[in-house]
């Protein structure tokens, strides 16, 4: 059981470095990201104004549980990191948790205690499904960092490479030089 959970927090993990790969919002970004976040749970909550009762509380938790998912998405492209995405997966379950409560409130005795403990045994679930994701996702950016320093290293060793090649084809007689440069800039470039 625990391999399987394994196997699919690694999966979705590969989904998930592809959002950490994406290029990372500058502070402008961020800051009118913000604005538009806030104008939308504005938005939001003047339509929960529009009814009455229990649907008014569903509509306001609806509108804060987007909000901070919101804000966890634009804290996790703003700063890719293990940490962020832990956030972002834990304001989801808060957010599906605290509507379940709302959801619940309406029950009366033995039913309500029933909904309230199945969602709050869901959120303890996803709770550690988040830790698990995070561990996760704290070796895939090691893993992703390792390659970077391994290409960078590759890169910078070829370009050692061709500089030396480059000083033995210049000891070379003016006929042979360029041919050998050529073909030391075909060999080591190309990596």
């Known amino acids: 059981m625990k391999a399987l959970r394994l196997a699919a927090a690694a999966a979705f993990a590969c989904s998930a470095i592809a959002a950490l790969a994406a ?3 500058n502070e402008e970004q961020v800051k009118a990201h913000k604005v538009r ?3 939308q749970y504005d ?3 003047a339509r929960c104004r529009r009814v009455e009762g229990h649907v008014r509380e569903i509509c306001n938790e609806r509108a804060r549980g987007e909000r901070d998912i919101q804000s966890a ?3 996790l492209q703003a700063q890719p990191s293990a940490d962020n995405d832990e956030k972002l997966r834990l304001a989801r379950a808060e957010a599906t948790y605290s509507m379940a409560l ?5 029950l009366d005795g033995q039913a309500r205690s029933v909904c309230r403990d199945d969602a709050k045994r869901v959120f303890e679930d996803a709770r550690r499904e988040a830790k698990l994701q995070k561990d996760v996702m704290q070796q895939v950016i090691a893993s992703d960092n390792s390659v970077r320093e391994r290409t960078a290293q590759a890169d910078r060793l070829a370009e050692q490479q061709l500089a030396a090649a480059r000083q033995r084809c210049e ?3 003016a006929e042979g030089r360029q041919p050998c440069l050529e073909d030391a ?3 080591f470039e190309q990596r």
């Open 23 to 25: 290029t990372p919002y």
């Open 37 to 39: 976040i806030e104008e």
């Open 43 to 45: 938005q939001a909550q």
């Open 73 to 75: 998405e634009l804290r």
């Open 102 to 106: 709302v959801q619940c409130k309406p």
């Open 171 to 173: 000891a070379l007689p």
């Open 185 to 187: 800039k075909r060999r």
